[in-house]
């Protein structure tokens, strides 16, 4: 009996060998998927990491570009601020230098242009000299 329970405690170890070489094979093809899946996630990371650099940069560029618009949209609208004052400044008196010469009189410029009457009736002095 004894050499029943030997040969059977030598086909458990055999068996528990044979059972433990295949966890050790499969622990180590874990070992390197996982190996092979960190390779792959640093090659990942780094290209996410260019990635994120050249966004930041253009980014940059776009703010600076941005901000270039900017300074050129408020000159413009500067411009067109200085340009909307002198027609406002000077259109009342071309208005009524207009009027003078079709021979309106100091209360009509006075009235319709704006003018003081100073003004009025200087332009009426300067419309008959000329």
Same mark, same amino acid.
């Given at each position: 009996?004894?050499?029943?329970?030997?040969?059977?405690?030598?086909? &458990? #170890?055999?068996?528990?060998? $044979?059972?433990?070489?295949?966890?050790?094979?499969? #622990?180590?093809? +874990?070992?390197?998927? &996982?190996?092979?899946?960190? *390779?792959?996630?640093?090659?990942?990371?780094?290209?996410? !990491? %260019?990635?994120?650099?050249? &966004?930041? +940069?253009? +980014?940059? *560029? #776009?703010? !600076?570009?941005?901000?270039? &618009?900017? %300074?050129?949209?408020?000159?413009?609208?500067?411009?067109?601020? /200085?340009?909307? @004052? /002198?027609?406002?400044?000077? /259109?009342?008196?071309?208005?009524?230098?207009?009027?003078?010469?079709?021979?309106?009189? $100091?209360? !009509?410029?006075?009235? +319709?242009? *704006?003018?003081? /009457?100073?003004?009025? !009736?200087?332009?009426? @002095? @300067?419309?008959?000299?000329?």
């Amino acid at each position: 009996m004894t050499a029943i329970l030997l040969s059977v405690l030598a086909v &458990l #170890a055999a068996t528990t060998l $044979i059972y433990q070489g295949y966890r050790l094979r499969q #622990a180590r093809l +874990s070992v390197a998927e &996982l190996s092979y899946d960190t *390779g792959n996630l640093r090659e990942r990371l780094q290209q996410l !990491e %260019q990635e994120i650099g050249a &966004l930041c +940069s253009a +980014s940059m *560029g #776009a703010g !600076e570009h941005v901000v270039r &618009l900017e %300074q050129q949209v408020q000159r413009i609208v500067e411009r067109q601020n /200085r340009q909307d @004052m /002198r027609v406002t400044v000077e /259109r009342p008196y071309s208005q009524a230098s207009q009027l003078a010469t079709r021979g309106a009189d $100091i209360d !009509e410029l006075v009235e +319709s242009c *704006g003018l003081t /009457r100073g003004e009025a !009736e200087l332009l009426i @002095m @300067m419309q008959r000299a000329s």
